[in-house]
Protein backbone atom coordinates (compact mmCIF):
# COMPACT_ATOMS: atom_id res chain seq x y z
CA UNK A 1 0.00 0.00 0.00
CA UNK A 2 1.14 3.75 -0.51
CA UNK A 3 2.63 5.74 1.94
CA UNK A 4 -0.43 6.65 4.16
CA UNK A 5 -0.70 10.08 6.09
CA UNK A 6 -3.35 9.08 7.60
CA UNK A 7 -5.43 11.33 6.57
CA UNK A 8 -6.41 12.93 2.87
CA UNK A 9 -3.87 15.64 1.80
CA UNK A 10 -5.57 18.67 -0.33
CA UNK A 11 -3.58 19.84 -3.11
CA UNK A 12 -4.97 22.44 -4.79
CA UNK A 13 -4.31 23.18 -8.04
CA UNK A 14 -7.24 26.86 -9.08
CA UNK A 15 -3.78 28.49 -10.10
CA UNK A 16 -2.39 26.08 -12.35
CA UNK A 17 -4.50 23.73 -13.85
CA UNK A 18 -7.98 25.95 -12.85
CA UNK A 19 -5.92 29.13 -14.43
CA UNK A 20 -5.72 27.52 -17.76
CA UNK A 21 -9.72 27.58 -18.26
CA UNK A 22 -10.39 29.89 -20.58
CA UNK A 23 -10.84 33.51 -19.46
CA UNK A 24 -9.59 32.95 -16.05
CA UNK A 25 -6.70 34.07 -16.32
CA UNK A 26 -5.62 36.17 -13.19
CA UNK A 27 -2.86 38.91 -12.34
CA UNK A 28 -0.34 38.77 -9.92
CA UNK A 29 -1.91 40.73 -7.01
CA UNK A 30 -5.12 38.34 -7.67
CA UNK A 31 -3.23 35.02 -7.59
CA UNK A 32 -1.76 36.20 -4.22
CA UNK A 33 -4.62 37.10 -2.95
CA UNK A 34 -6.44 33.53 -4.01
CA UNK A 35 -3.26 31.79 -2.48
CA UNK A 36 -3.72 33.53 1.19
CA UNK A 37 -6.78 32.60 1.10
CA UNK A 38 -5.81 28.87 0.36
CA UNK A 39 -3.88 29.17 3.19
CA UNK A 40 -6.61 30.21 5.46
CA UNK A 41 -8.84 27.51 3.99
CA UNK A 42 -5.90 24.73 5.17
CA UNK A 43 -5.36 23.33 1.85
CA UNK A 44 -2.32 21.31 2.60
CA UNK A 45 -0.05 21.81 -1.28
CA UNK A 46 -0.87 25.07 -3.41
CA UNK A 47 -0.20 24.46 -6.79
CA UNK A 48 1.04 28.18 -7.37
CA UNK A 49 1.44 27.62 -11.21
CA UNK A 50 3.72 27.19 -14.09
CA UNK A 51 6.53 28.75 -14.00
CA UNK A 52 8.19 28.48 -16.98
CA UNK A 53 5.28 29.51 -18.68
CA UNK A 54 5.67 33.05 -18.64
CA UNK A 55 7.41 35.99 -16.60
CA UNK A 56 3.92 37.02 -15.06
CA UNK A 57 3.91 32.76 -13.92
CA UNK A 58 7.02 33.03 -12.75
CA UNK A 59 6.83 36.17 -10.37
CA UNK A 60 3.42 35.00 -9.17
CA UNK A 61 4.95 31.63 -7.90
CA UNK A 62 7.84 33.20 -6.73
CA UNK A 63 5.92 35.51 -4.84
CA UNK A 64 3.53 33.42 -3.85
CA UNK A 65 6.53 30.82 -2.12
CA UNK A 66 7.87 34.21 -0.27
CA UNK A 67 4.77 35.05 0.81
CA UNK A 68 2.40 32.36 1.49
CA UNK A 69 4.24 29.58 2.16
CA UNK A 70 5.24 29.16 5.72
CA UNK A 71 7.14 27.14 8.15
CA UNK A 72 3.21 26.07 9.29
CA UNK A 73 1.91 27.04 5.78
CA UNK A 74 0.46 24.84 2.59
CA UNK A 75 3.84 23.04 0.21
CA UNK A 76 3.76 25.85 -2.59
CA UNK A 77 4.48 23.62 -5.89
CA UNK A 78 4.99 24.49 -9.17
CA UNK A 79 4.31 23.03 -12.42
CA UNK A 80 7.38 21.80 -14.72
CA UNK A 81 6.88 19.47 -17.92
CA UNK A 82 9.47 16.88 -17.93
CA UNK A 83 12.50 19.65 -19.40
CA UNK A 84 15.37 20.67 -17.08
CA UNK A 85 14.52 24.24 -17.95
CA UNK A 86 10.94 23.78 -16.60
CA UNK A 87 12.35 22.02 -13.81
CA UNK A 88 15.10 24.79 -13.57
CA UNK A 89 12.70 27.65 -13.83
CA UNK A 90 10.12 26.20 -11.64
CA UNK A 91 12.94 25.61 -8.87
CA UNK A 92 13.97 29.28 -9.05
CA UNK A 93 10.20 30.21 -8.46
CA UNK A 94 9.85 28.33 -4.90
CA UNK A 95 13.19 28.87 -3.50
CA UNK A 96 11.60 31.29 -1.41
CA UNK A 97 8.99 28.98 0.69
CA UNK A 98 10.74 27.09 3.31
CA UNK A 99 8.36 23.81 2.43
CA UNK A 100 8.21 23.48 -1.43
CA UNK A 101 7.58 20.89 -4.44
CA UNK A 102 8.75 20.51 -8.18
CA UNK A 103 5.36 19.16 -9.23
CA UNK A 104 7.06 16.93 -13.08
CA UNK A 105 4.90 14.90 -15.32
CA UNK A 106 5.44 13.27 -18.60
CA UNK A 107 2.68 11.70 -20.57
CA UNK A 108 2.10 7.62 -20.44
CA UNK A 109 -0.83 6.65 -22.93
CA UNK A 110 -0.20 5.41 -26.41
CA UNK A 111 -2.15 8.16 -27.94
CA UNK A 112 0.01 10.94 -26.09
CA UNK A 113 3.15 9.28 -27.12
CA UNK A 114 2.28 8.61 -30.58
CA UNK A 115 0.76 11.85 -31.41
CA UNK A 116 1.44 14.39 -28.68
CA UNK A 117 5.52 13.12 -27.39
CA UNK A 118 5.85 11.12 -30.75
CA UNK A 119 8.46 9.25 -28.58
CA UNK A 120 8.79 5.09 -27.71
CA UNK A 121 7.50 3.83 -24.52
CA UNK A 122 11.11 3.17 -24.03
CA UNK A 123 12.15 6.79 -24.49
CA UNK A 124 9.41 7.67 -21.73
CA UNK A 125 10.75 5.38 -19.31
CA UNK A 126 14.71 6.88 -19.66
CA UNK A 127 13.47 10.48 -19.49
CA UNK A 128 11.77 9.85 -16.63
CA UNK A 129 14.47 8.64 -13.74
CA UNK A 130 16.55 11.35 -15.06
CA UNK A 131 14.11 14.61 -14.76
CA UNK A 132 13.13 13.45 -11.06
CA UNK A 133 16.57 13.06 -10.02
CA UNK A 134 16.92 16.63 -11.40
CA UNK A 135 14.03 17.42 -10.07
CA UNK A 136 15.47 16.42 -6.27
CA UNK A 137 19.12 18.53 -6.98
CA UNK A 138 16.70 21.13 -6.13
CA UNK A 139 13.92 20.19 -4.08
CA UNK A 140 13.51 16.77 -1.59
CA UNK A 141 9.49 16.96 -2.02
CA UNK A 142 9.74 15.74 -5.89
CA UNK A 143 5.87 14.64 -7.25
CA UNK A 144 5.82 13.14 -10.39
CA UNK A 145 2.74 12.54 -12.93
CA UNK A 146 1.81 10.10 -15.63
CA UNK A 147 -0.54 12.28 -17.68
CA UNK A 148 -3.30 10.87 -19.15
CA UNK A 149 -2.57 7.58 -16.90
CA UNK A 150 -6.72 6.55 -16.85
CA UNK A 151 -5.73 6.06 -20.34
CA UNK A 152 -2.29 4.54 -20.07
CA UNK A 153 -1.47 0.83 -20.60
CA UNK A 154 -1.57 -0.21 -16.81
CA UNK A 155 1.37 -2.51 -17.21
CA UNK A 156 4.05 0.16 -18.19
CA UNK A 157 2.52 2.58 -15.84
CA UNK A 158 3.67 0.30 -12.99
CA UNK A 159 6.82 0.22 -14.56
CA UNK A 160 6.64 4.36 -15.01
CA UNK A 161 5.82 4.79 -11.41
CA UNK A 162 8.33 1.85 -9.61
CA UNK A 163 10.86 4.15 -11.83
CA UNK A 164 10.07 7.37 -10.44
CA UNK A 165 9.78 5.92 -7.20
CA UNK A 166 12.97 4.85 -7.21
CA UNK A 167 14.49 8.05 -8.50
CA UNK A 168 13.54 10.13 -5.15
CA UNK A 169 9.56 10.86 -6.11
CA UNK A 170 7.65 11.02 -2.97
CA UNK A 171 4.41 11.95 -4.76
CA UNK A 172 3.00 9.89 -7.30
CA UNK A 173 -0.05 11.49 -9.32
CA UNK A 174 -2.31 9.56 -11.70
CA UNK A 175 -4.51 12.22 -13.50
CA UNK A 176 -7.62 11.03 -15.68
CA UNK A 177 -6.41 14.08 -17.90
CA UNK A 178 -9.39 14.01 -19.88
CA UNK A 179 -12.13 12.84 -17.57
CA UNK A 180 -12.92 9.77 -19.18
CA UNK A 181 -12.80 7.03 -16.55
CA UNK A 182 -15.65 5.53 -14.54
CA UNK A 183 -15.14 5.56 -10.70
CA UNK A 184 -15.00 1.43 -10.53
CA UNK A 185 -12.34 1.40 -13.25
CA UNK A 186 -10.85 4.19 -11.62
CA UNK A 187 -10.60 2.61 -8.14
CA UNK A 188 -9.30 -0.70 -9.73
CA UNK A 189 -6.16 1.32 -11.76
CA UNK A 190 -5.20 3.00 -8.02
CA UNK A 191 -5.69 -0.85 -6.22
CA UNK A 192 -3.54 -2.22 -9.28
CA UNK A 193 -0.88 0.44 -8.76
CA UNK A 194 -0.88 -0.81 -5.21
CA UNK A 195 -0.84 -4.06 -5.78
CA UNK A 196 1.79 -4.20 -8.95
CA UNK A 197 4.06 -1.70 -8.19
CA UNK A 198 6.69 -2.98 -5.45
CA UNK A 199 7.65 0.39 -3.85
CA UNK A 200 4.65 2.37 -3.80
CA UNK A 201 4.59 2.21 -0.07
CA UNK A 202 7.79 4.76 -0.25
CA UNK A 203 5.49 7.11 -1.98
CA UNK A 204 1.65 8.90 -1.55
CA UNK A 205 -1.11 8.29 -4.04
CA UNK A 206 -2.84 11.14 -5.48
CA UNK A 207 -5.01 11.38 -8.03
CA UNK A 208 -6.13 14.09 -10.40
CA UNK A 209 -9.43 14.42 -12.95
CA UNK A 210 -10.90 16.13 -15.34
CA UNK A 211 -15.04 16.46 -15.20
CA UNK A 212 -15.79 16.02 -18.67
CA UNK A 213 -18.10 13.16 -18.05
CA UNK A 214 -19.36 15.25 -14.45
CA UNK A 215 -17.38 12.02 -12.82
CA UNK A 216 -14.44 13.62 -11.56
CA UNK A 217 -15.52 13.94 -7.69
CA UNK A 218 -17.04 10.46 -7.98
CA UNK A 219 -13.77 8.88 -9.49
CA UNK A 220 -11.86 10.49 -6.95
CA UNK A 221 -13.67 9.06 -3.88
CA UNK A 222 -13.73 5.67 -5.18
CA UNK A 223 -9.41 6.09 -5.40
CA UNK A 224 -9.29 6.78 -1.70
CA UNK A 225 -11.01 3.77 -0.98
CA UNK A 226 -8.46 1.95 -2.96
CA UNK A 227 -5.72 4.16 -1.26
CA UNK A 228 -5.25 7.50 -2.81
CA UNK A 229 -4.23 9.84 -0.19
CA UNK A 230 -3.59 13.02 -2.32
CA UNK A 231 -6.54 14.42 -4.18
CA UNK A 232 -5.79 17.63 -6.74
CA UNK A 233 -8.91 19.57 -7.05
CA UNK A 234 -9.75 23.09 -7.60
CA UNK A 235 -12.24 25.59 -5.20
CA UNK A 236 -15.60 25.51 -7.81
CA UNK A 237 -13.98 22.86 -10.06
CA UNK A 238 -13.07 25.39 -12.33
CA UNK A 239 -10.11 23.90 -15.42
CA UNK A 240 -9.93 23.23 -18.63
CA UNK A 241 -12.86 22.37 -20.34
CA UNK A 242 -15.29 20.44 -18.01
CA UNK A 243 -13.26 21.47 -15.16
CA UNK A 244 -11.39 19.90 -12.59
CA UNK A 245 -12.73 17.75 -9.78
CA UNK A 246 -14.11 20.40 -7.34
CA UNK A 247 -12.39 21.07 -3.69
CA UNK A 248 -15.28 21.76 -1.76
CA UNK A 249 -17.45 18.42 -2.86
CA UNK A 250 -14.95 16.31 -2.29
CA UNK A 251 -14.25 17.97 1.05
CA UNK A 252 -17.73 18.09 2.45
CA UNK A 253 -18.38 14.50 1.04
CA UNK A 254 -15.61 13.42 3.33
CA UNK A 255 -16.72 15.21 5.96
CA UNK A 256 -20.49 14.75 5.89
CA UNK A 257 -19.97 11.23 4.96
CA UNK A 258 -17.03 10.25 6.90
CA UNK A 259 -18.68 7.44 9.10
CA UNK A 260 -18.95 5.84 5.64
CA UNK A 261 -15.24 6.84 4.35
CA UNK A 262 -13.23 5.66 7.85
CA UNK A 263 -13.01 2.43 7.71
CA UNK A 264 -10.71 2.35 4.53
CA UNK A 265 -8.39 4.52 7.02
CA UNK A 266 -8.33 2.40 9.33
CA UNK A 267 -10.28 4.15 11.46
CA UNK A 268 -13.48 3.29 13.33
CA UNK A 269 -16.85 4.62 11.53
CA UNK A 270 -17.66 6.76 14.56
CA UNK A 271 -14.02 8.58 14.32
CA UNK A 272 -15.19 12.29 14.46
CA UNK A 273 -11.38 13.15 13.72
CA UNK A 274 -11.48 15.06 10.11
CA UNK A 275 -10.28 13.68 7.16
CA UNK A 276 -8.57 16.51 5.84
CA UNK A 277 -7.15 19.63 7.28
CA UNK A 278 -9.40 22.05 5.31
CA UNK A 279 -11.47 24.43 7.38
CA UNK A 280 -14.88 24.30 6.56
CA UNK A 281 -16.11 27.67 7.47
CA UNK A 282 -13.81 28.97 5.04
CA UNK A 283 -15.46 27.47 1.96
CA UNK A 284 -18.34 29.91 1.22
CA UNK A 285 -15.38 32.98 1.05
CA UNK A 286 -12.55 31.13 -0.33
CA UNK A 287 -15.61 30.08 -3.59
CA UNK A 288 -16.81 33.52 -3.70
CA UNK A 289 -13.11 35.21 -3.95
CA UNK A 290 -12.23 32.64 -6.78
CA UNK A 291 -15.52 33.38 -8.60
CA UNK A 292 -15.31 37.27 -8.32
CA UNK A 293 -11.76 37.02 -9.70
CA UNK A 294 -11.84 35.00 -12.41
CA UNK A 295 -15.37 35.89 -13.32
CA UNK A 296 -16.23 32.14 -13.67
CA UNK A 297 -20.02 32.79 -12.15
CA UNK A 298 -21.14 29.15 -10.22
CA UNK A 299 -24.16 27.94 -11.38
CA UNK A 300 -27.17 28.39 -9.05
CA UNK A 301 -27.00 24.47 -8.23
CA UNK A 302 -23.87 23.69 -7.82
CA UNK A 303 -23.49 21.44 -4.79
CA UNK A 304 -21.87 23.30 -1.82
CA UNK A 305 -21.25 26.79 -3.27
CA UNK A 306 -24.22 27.55 -5.58
CA UNK A 307 -27.06 30.08 -4.60
CA UNK A 308 -29.57 27.39 -4.05
CA UNK A 309 -27.56 24.72 -2.57
CA UNK A 310 -29.08 25.55 0.73
CA UNK A 311 -31.99 27.37 -0.23
CA UNK A 312 -35.29 25.38 0.70
CA UNK A 313 -37.82 27.00 -1.74
CA UNK A 314 -40.12 24.25 -1.67
CA UNK A 315 -43.45 24.31 0.50
CA UNK A 316 -43.23 20.89 1.80
CA UNK A 317 -39.49 21.55 2.29
CA UNK A 318 -39.49 24.17 4.22
CA UNK A 319 -42.38 22.71 6.33
CA UNK A 320 -40.34 19.47 6.84
CA UNK A 321 -36.64 21.73 7.68
CA UNK A 322 -38.86 23.89 10.43
CA UNK A 323 -39.97 20.78 11.97
CA UNK A 324 -36.47 19.36 12.25
CA UNK A 325 -33.42 20.55 9.33
CA UNK A 326 -32.45 17.08 9.16
CA UNK A 327 -35.65 16.02 7.07
CA UNK A 328 -33.79 17.40 4.14
CA UNK A 329 -30.89 19.24 4.86
CA UNK A 330 -27.30 17.13 5.36
CA UNK A 331 -25.31 20.24 5.77
CA UNK A 332 -25.46 23.18 8.12
CA UNK A 333 -25.07 26.52 5.95
CA UNK A 334 -23.00 27.23 8.61
CA UNK A 335 -20.74 24.55 7.95
CA UNK A 336 -18.97 26.06 5.06
CA UNK A 337 -19.86 29.38 6.28
CA UNK A 338 -22.49 29.99 4.71
CA UNK A 339 -25.20 31.77 7.32
CA UNK A 340 -22.67 34.04 8.92
CA UNK A 341 -23.35 36.94 7.01
CA UNK A 342 -23.48 39.51 9.89
CA UNK A 343 -24.89 42.80 9.79
CA UNK A 344 -21.54 44.49 11.45
CA UNK A 345 -20.79 48.09 10.04
CA UNK A 346 -22.96 51.49 9.35
CA UNK A 347 -22.56 54.90 8.21
CA UNK A 348 -20.83 56.05 11.82
CA UNK A 349 -18.31 53.10 11.79
CA UNK A 350 -14.83 54.24 12.04
CA UNK A 351 -11.57 53.42 10.13
CA UNK A 352 -10.32 50.85 13.34
CA UNK A 353 -13.51 49.14 13.28
CA UNK A 354 -13.95 48.39 9.34
CA UNK A 355 -10.24 47.25 10.08
CA UNK A 356 -10.93 45.23 12.85
CA UNK A 357 -13.92 43.62 11.03
CA UNK A 358 -11.75 42.50 7.99
CA UNK A 359 -9.31 41.35 9.86
CA UNK A 360 -11.66 39.18 11.68
CA UNK A 361 -13.12 38.13 8.34
CA UNK A 362 -9.46 36.93 7.10
CA UNK A 363 -7.97 40.42 5.60
CA UNK A 364 -4.98 41.43 6.46
CA UNK A 365 -4.25 44.48 4.18
CA UNK A 366 -1.95 46.48 4.21
CA UNK A 367 -2.10 50.68 4.64
CA UNK A 368 -3.07 51.70 1.29
CA UNK A 369 -5.15 49.06 0.96
CA UNK A 370 -6.95 49.87 4.20
CA UNK A 371 -7.15 53.18 3.70
CA UNK A 372 -9.03 52.27 0.12
CA UNK A 373 -11.37 50.03 1.61
CA UNK A 374 -12.00 52.13 4.11
CA UNK A 375 -12.80 55.15 1.43
CA UNK A 376 -15.45 52.45 -0.46
CA UNK A 377 -16.60 51.62 2.21
CA UNK A 378 -17.86 55.38 3.09
CA UNK A 379 -18.67 55.60 -0.04
CA UNK A 380 -21.22 52.30 0.29
CA UNK A 381 -22.50 53.51 3.59
CA UNK A 382 -23.44 56.68 2.39
CA UNK A 383 -25.86 54.40 0.05
CA UNK A 384 -26.46 51.73 1.92
CA UNK A 385 -27.83 51.56 6.02
CA UNK A 386 -26.52 48.52 7.05
CA UNK A 387 -23.15 47.12 5.69
CA UNK A 388 -22.43 42.96 6.10
CA UNK A 389 -20.03 41.06 5.92
CA UNK A 390 -20.47 40.16 2.02
CA UNK A 391 -20.60 43.57 1.76
CA UNK A 392 -16.76 44.13 3.25
CA UNK A 393 -16.18 40.81 1.24
CA UNK A 394 -17.09 42.28 -2.23
CA UNK A 395 -15.37 45.80 -1.76
CA UNK A 396 -11.96 43.91 -0.74
CA UNK A 397 -12.90 41.96 -3.29
CA UNK A 398 -13.11 44.52 -6.07
CA UNK A 399 -10.00 46.53 -5.11
CA UNK A 400 -7.74 43.81 -5.72
CA UNK A 401 -5.09 46.04 -7.52
CA UNK A 402 -4.85 45.53 -11.28
CA UNK A 403 -1.53 47.03 -11.38
CA UNK A 404 -1.12 47.40 -15.35
CA UNK A 405 -4.21 48.81 -15.54
CA UNK A 406 -4.32 50.58 -18.93
CA UNK A 407 -7.92 52.53 -18.66
CA UNK A 408 -9.36 53.94 -15.63
CA UNK A 409 -13.01 54.47 -15.55
CA UNK A 410 -13.57 58.51 -14.04
CA UNK A 411 -17.00 59.13 -15.44
CA UNK A 412 -20.36 57.34 -16.36
CA UNK A 413 -23.72 58.67 -16.79
CA UNK A 414 -26.66 57.83 -18.30
CA UNK A 415 -29.93 58.80 -18.99
CA UNK A 416 -32.86 56.29 -20.19
CA UNK A 417 -36.69 55.16 -19.48
CA UNK A 418 -39.57 54.18 -21.56
CA UNK A 419 -39.65 57.73 -23.46
CA UNK A 420 -36.15 58.13 -24.32
CA UNK A 421 -33.28 56.64 -26.47
CA UNK A 422 -30.64 55.17 -24.06
CA UNK A 423 -27.54 57.78 -24.17
CA UNK A 424 -24.33 57.00 -22.05
CA UNK A 425 -21.55 59.19 -21.43
CA UNK A 426 -18.03 57.85 -20.50
CA UNK A 427 -14.60 58.99 -19.78
CA UNK A 428 -11.41 57.25 -19.35
CA UNK A 429 -7.90 58.28 -18.29
CA UNK A 430 -5.52 55.61 -20.03
CA UNK A 431 -1.94 55.46 -18.39
CA UNK A 432 -0.26 58.12 -20.29
CA UNK A 433 -3.38 60.62 -18.34
CA UNK A 434 -4.91 61.24 -21.68
CA UNK A 435 -8.50 61.66 -20.50
CA UNK A 436 -10.92 61.63 -22.87
CA UNK A 437 -14.67 61.41 -23.21
CA UNK A 438 -17.92 60.07 -25.39
CA UNK A 439 -21.23 59.29 -25.88
CA UNK A 440 -23.25 57.01 -27.26
CA UNK A 441 -26.76 55.59 -27.57
CA UNK A 442 -27.78 52.04 -27.18
CA UNK A 443 -30.52 49.66 -27.16
CA UNK A 444 -30.26 49.67 -23.10
CA UNK A 445 -28.59 51.84 -20.59
CA UNK A 446 -25.38 48.97 -20.54
CA UNK A 447 -25.69 48.80 -24.65
CA UNK A 448 -24.89 52.69 -24.76
CA UNK A 449 -22.26 52.41 -21.88
CA UNK A 450 -20.56 49.77 -23.65
CA UNK A 451 -20.79 51.83 -27.13
CA UNK A 452 -19.32 54.46 -25.89
CA UNK A 453 -16.36 52.65 -23.87
CA UNK A 454 -15.72 50.61 -26.71
CA UNK A 455 -15.26 54.17 -29.02
CA UNK A 456 -12.96 55.19 -26.36
CA UNK A 457 -10.57 51.97 -26.25
CA UNK A 458 -10.66 50.79 -29.61
CA UNK A 459 -10.36 46.90 -28.92
CA UNK A 460 -12.64 44.90 -31.00
CA UNK A 461 -14.34 42.17 -29.27
CA UNK A 462 -17.16 40.03 -28.52
CA UNK A 463 -19.47 40.31 -25.70
CA UNK A 464 -20.16 36.96 -24.83
CA UNK A 465 -21.62 36.74 -21.21
CA UNK A 466 -23.24 39.47 -18.62
CA UNK A 467 -24.31 38.37 -15.79
CA UNK A 468 -26.11 40.42 -12.67
CA UNK A 469 -26.76 39.22 -9.17
CA UNK A 470 -27.20 40.66 -6.09
CA UNK A 471 -24.47 40.52 -3.17
CA UNK A 472 -27.39 40.80 -0.47
CA UNK A 473 -30.78 41.16 -0.24
CA UNK A 474 -32.96 44.42 0.21
CA UNK A 475 -33.50 47.32 -2.72
CA UNK A 476 -30.11 48.51 -1.47
CA UNK A 477 -28.29 45.86 -2.59
CA UNK A 478 -24.54 45.96 -4.23
CA UNK A 479 -25.18 44.86 -7.37
CA UNK A 480 -22.38 42.34 -9.04
CA UNK A 481 -21.78 42.30 -12.73
CA UNK A 482 -19.60 39.74 -14.01
CA UNK A 483 -18.57 39.66 -18.24
CA UNK A 484 -17.01 37.45 -20.57
CA UNK A 485 -15.46 39.05 -23.48
CA UNK A 486 -13.86 37.35 -26.91
CA UNK A 487 -11.16 38.60 -28.45
CA UNK A 488 -7.96 37.53 -30.55
CA UNK A 489 -9.42 34.11 -30.00
CA UNK A 490 -9.17 34.51 -25.98
CA UNK A 491 -11.92 34.81 -23.18
CA UNK A 492 -11.13 37.63 -21.29
CA UNK A 493 -13.12 38.55 -17.92
CA UNK A 494 -14.31 41.40 -15.97
CA UNK A 495 -16.31 41.82 -12.52
CA UNK A 496 -17.69 44.82 -10.82
CA UNK A 497 -20.01 45.45 -7.99
CA UNK A 498 -21.95 48.70 -6.64
CA UNK A 499 -25.00 49.53 -5.65
CA UNK A 500 -25.66 51.26 -9.19
CA UNK A 501 -25.77 48.13 -11.73
CA UNK A 502 -25.17 50.65 -14.21
CA UNK A 503 -21.95 51.57 -12.42
CA UNK A 504 -20.70 48.27 -12.04
CA UNK A 505 -21.49 47.03 -15.50
CA UNK A 506 -19.05 49.91 -16.95
CA UNK A 507 -16.26 48.99 -14.25
CA UNK A 508 -16.83 45.33 -14.72
CA UNK A 509 -16.09 46.35 -18.70
CA UNK A 510 -13.22 48.45 -17.76
CA UNK A 511 -11.55 45.56 -15.89
CA UNK A 512 -12.19 43.24 -18.83
CA UNK A 513 -10.59 45.36 -21.30
CA UNK A 514 -7.63 46.21 -19.03
CA UNK A 515 -6.82 42.41 -19.34
CA UNK A 516 -7.33 42.37 -23.29
CA UNK A 517 -4.22 45.29 -23.13
CA UNK A 518 -2.24 43.31 -21.22
CA UNK A 519 -2.53 40.08 -23.04
CA UNK A 520 -2.07 41.98 -26.39
CA UNK A 521 0.69 43.68 -24.62
CA UNK A 522 2.56 40.15 -22.81
CA UNK A 523 4.22 37.41 -25.00
CA UNK A 524 1.91 34.50 -25.30
CA UNK A 525 2.59 32.13 -22.73
CA UNK A 526 3.02 28.12 -22.63
CA UNK A 527 0.34 25.74 -22.25
CA UNK A 528 2.28 22.74 -20.39
CA UNK A 529 0.27 20.15 -21.67
CA UNK A 530 -0.40 21.29 -25.14
CA UNK A 531 3.30 22.69 -26.32
CA UNK A 532 5.72 20.31 -26.24
CA UNK A 533 9.09 20.91 -24.93
CA UNK A 534 11.94 22.15 -26.95
CA UNK A 535 15.17 20.58 -25.94
CA UNK A 536 15.92 18.89 -22.87
CA UNK A 537 19.50 20.76 -22.33
O1 LIG B 1 -4.73 16.90 -16.38
C1 LIG B 1 -3.52 16.62 -16.26
O2 LIG B 1 -3.05 15.54 -16.65
C2 LIG B 1 -2.64 17.62 -15.66
C3 LIG B 1 -1.25 17.21 -15.38
C4 LIG B 1 -0.28 18.28 -15.76
C5 LIG B 1 -1.13 16.82 -13.93
O3 LIG B 1 -3.08 18.72 -15.38
ZN1 LIG C 1 -5.30 18.67 -15.32
Redesign the pocket.
Known sequence: MAKDPGRVLIFD?TL??GE?SPGASLNLEEKLAIAQQLARLGVDIIEAGFPYSSQGDFAAVQRIADQVGGEEGPIICG?ARASKADIKACAEAIAPAPRKRI?T?I?TSDIHLEHKLRKSRKEVLELVPDMVHFAKTFSDDVEF?C???ARSDPEFLYEVISQAIASGAGTI?I????GYTTPSEFGELIAGINHHVSNIDEAVLSV???NDLGLAVANFLEAVKSGARQL?CTINGIG?RAG?AALEELVMALHVRRSYYNPFFGRDPESIQPLTAVRTEEITKTSRLVSNLTGMVVQPNKAIVGANAFAHESGIHQDGVLKNRLTYEIVDAKTVGLSDNRISLGKLSGRSAVRARLEELGYDLTREDLNEAFSRFKDLADRKREITDRDLEAIVSEQVMQPEARYQLDLVQVSCGNALKPTATVTLTDQEGNQQTSVALGTGPVDAVYKALDSLAKEPNELIEFSVKSVTEGIDALGEVTIRLRSQGQIFSGHSADTDVVVAAAQAYVNALNRLVAYSEKKTSIH??HDLVQSNI
Open positions: TRDQLHFASEDANPDTVHGHEENPQ
